[in-house]
Structure formats: C-alpha cells, structure tokens
C-alpha cells in the first residue's frame, strides 16, 4: 500500500526543509553579472551618478542600511542566491521527485529558504567584487561583478560610466585566479563548472540609451539593435563557457513599457504600459531564447537557462490585488513616477512608509516584496542549474 501524492509530497517537503538547513552554502558558488536589477553595491565607489549607496535605498534590508542594492531590500538573486546555494547540497533524485509532485511545493521551499536567509545576514551573499567584503576566503561563494546601467552594449555603461558587461568578464577572471590561489586549480575548476552564473542586462540598453539615444535609434530598427545585443549576449556565453563556466541563467527583457519610469518618459502622458516598448521586449525575448538554444546545441556540456521574467513581472502589474501588492503603477519612493538613483533620496517628496505594498521601489525597480515573488518564479524555472 503506497503513499498517496499528497503525503508523499508533505514527506518530501519535510526532508528538503531538513537538507535546506543542514546545507553547506560555499560549494557551488554564485557568480552575478549584468545591471542595476542585481548590482549589489559594485557602483558605489565608482565616479557616477548612478548610485544607490544612501538612504531610503536599503531601508528593509537586513542590516536596514544602504549597500548600493536599488531596491528598498534584497534583490531578486539575494532570494534565489541563498536558495541554488542551498539546494545544492539536497541529493539529485529527491530534487527531481520534488520537482516531480508540485511547483507549488517549490514555491513552500522558497520561502523557507528566503526567511533562512533573514538570519544569515549580508556576508551571505556573493559580495559585490569592488566592495570591501570581496576579500579572502569570502570569495569562495562566488560574486557578485554586475553594474548598474551596464548592459549587453558596452557603449550603454560607457554612457553612464558603469563597469561594461566586457569589464565584468574581465573581473570575473581575475576572480578566478584568486579562487586558484587559495584551494588550487583542481578544487578551483570544480568549482567554476558547478558555478551558477546568472546574468541580468538589456532593460538598460533599451531604456537608458536606444530610446533616448539618436545615434541608436536612427540608423537602427529595435530589431536591429537587437541582433546587435544578441552578438553581445552570445559573445559572453562563449567566454564564460571558455572560462570553464557550464552552468548559465540569463533573464529576459521585463515589460519594459510598464516601468513608471518609461510611462512617463515614453507613455504620452498616459498612465498605461507602453505598449511599443513591450513589444519590443517580447521581440527581444523571443531571439533570447533561439540564440541560447543555439548556443547550448554549439556548446558540449553547457546548462543554460532563459529565466522568464516578463510574464511573472506582468500579472503582478495587471493583476497587483491577487498578488498582495496595492500599487502597481507608481513606485514608492518620491512620487513614483520616475524617481531613481540620485533622484530617490532621502528628501524625496512623498515616499511611502510601507513599500510592501508597491509593486515598484522606483521609478525603474521592483521592491523586496515583488522580488521575493519573482524569485519564486525563477526557482521554479531553474532546476536544470542545480540537477
């Protein structure tokens, strides 16, 4: 007489809870690439204006201060970091019989792993690799070289002065000779091929530079630019993938028309999504994925994963009520409208007291509370990272 679905899925639940806490979260490490979705702080010394190293960023963090994170807390990869870096001490079959029984069992695990984190701390996550906490032995959980207002393009983070995602390479070199230099090449290479890389780029290029830019948008069609964002994108596939990096997570465009941000610069004094600039992003998307299914096909042994963030990110914003949040719209801080970097601060006008309740922290970013869901959704779309 054998277990039914359901007991059988309460069992599993129970067992992955005891693997999540008994989990050893330095082997295999987590390696950020990209913009300010997941710059963890890499901005904050350098010489420009796109910061978030002050106040209110980083009020709902764990330590309730600024690190250079724009966002009013953790950020999407803080919740998924701490979980891939956990779930890879869980055995492979019960994984997949996890995987197996319910997705909704995963979205249970996801918040056990989220609220274990609460009490890691910040040295929990992959430090940013120009932060003072990059250093030693600490390395040896990954980093984190993302950039805010880099993208595919290097001319996008030239404009604004950012570390380009060919600079971020370059450091996540450098990184692995320190990796090399403490436990030997041997443990290193391991280490790199059960790396999970994760890169987030793209909404820069479109909304920071190509819209905004004629020396773009003139000579180039937005499908144009996109190909020339693909070769990019496909070009740092390749040297990861040459660097010994088997494991690759990539998230698409976001509806990039939604951002308060772009309603209000692009919308045509309009509160609705833009809707050109969404279909730009799903035109984009779409070549996302045929060129990494073409590079997984080129490629022997390479993982890839196309993280979907546009359809999650979207029922939030259409649908904010069914999902916890009351605004969706306009951001939380100042008048929610296009406040970012610089223009979030602490004078702000208007900023709200529980940003739980907005869909958006800024005028370009999604709060804690909408990357803890988001997180949920990229768990669910990762397991060929971890399997």
Same mark, same amino acid.
């Given at each position: ?17 005891f ?10 490490a ?47 990869t ?5 979980t891939? @870096?956990?779930? #890879? *001490?869980? $055995?492979l079959?019960? %994984? ?8 909704? =069992? ?8 989220s609220?274990?984190?609460?009490? @890691?701390?910040? #040295? *929990?996550? $992959?430090?940013?690799? %120009? ?8 390395? =040896? ?23 380009? %995602? ?21 443990r ?45 994108y ?114 702000s ?39």
């Amino acid at each position: 007489m054998g277990f039914s679905r359901g007991c059988l899925g309460s069992f599993l639940v129970a067992t992955m809870v005891f693997f999540v806490a008994q989990g050893d979260p330095l082997v295999p490490a987590l390696c950020i690439f990209g913009d300010s979705v997941v710059d963890a702080g890499n901005n904050n010394n350098l010489y420009t204006l796109v910061k978030a190293n002050f106040p209110p960023y980083g009020r709902d963090f764990v330590t309730h201060r600024p690190t250079g994170r724009f966002c009013n807390g953790k950020l999407a990869t803080d919740f998924t970091g701490n979980t891939f @870096l956990t779930l #890879t *001490s869980v $055995p492979l079959p019960l %994984l997949l019989l996890l995987h197996s029984v319910s997705r909704k =069992l995963l979205f249970f695990l996801t918040k056990i792993s989220s609220y274990t984190a609460e009490y @890691l701390g910040f #040295t *929990s996550y $992959p430090p940013a690799y %120009l932060s003072q906490d990059a250093k030693g032995r600490d390395l =040896l959980i990954g980093a984190n070289f993302a950039s805010a207002a880099s993208g595919y393009d290097d001319r996008t983070a030239d404009l604004y002065r950012a570390i380009s %995602l060919t600079q971020q390479v370059s450091n996540y070199k450098e990184w692995q000779n320190k990796v090399v230099g403490m436990v030997g090449k041997a443990r290193a290479n391991a280490i790199f091929a059960g790396a999970i890389h994760l890169l987030s780029a793209g909404s820069s290029d479109f909304v920071q530079n190509y819209y905004i830019n004629p020396l773009l948008n003139r000579p180039y069609s937005p499908d144009q630019f996109s190909d020339i964002l693909m070769r990019s994108y496909s070009t740092f596939v390749q040297n990861m993938y040459r660097s010994g990096a088997r494991k690759i997570g990539v998230t698409n465009l976001p509806p990039t028309g939604c951002l308060p941000a772009a309603i209000t610069l692009f919308g045509s004094n309009s509160n609705k999504c833009v809707s050109r600039l969404n279909r730009d992003a799903v035109s984009f998307n779409s070549k996302l994925n045929s060129t990494s299914q073409d590079l997984v096909n080129k490629f022997p042994g390479l993982k890839l994963v196309v993280f979907d963030i546009y359809q999650p990110l979207l029922d939030l914003i259409i649908n904010p009520t069914d999902n916890g949040f009351f605004e969706s719209r306009k951001a939380c801080c100042g008048t929610g409208t296009i406040e970012t970097s610089l223009l979030c601060n602490a004078r702000s006008i208007g900023t709200c007291s529980n940003a739980t309740q907005y869909v958006f922290w800024d005028g370009f970013h999604p709060s804690e509370a909408c990357n803890e869901k988001l997180a949920q959704a990229l768990l669910a779309q990762g397991f060929d990272l971890i399997s």
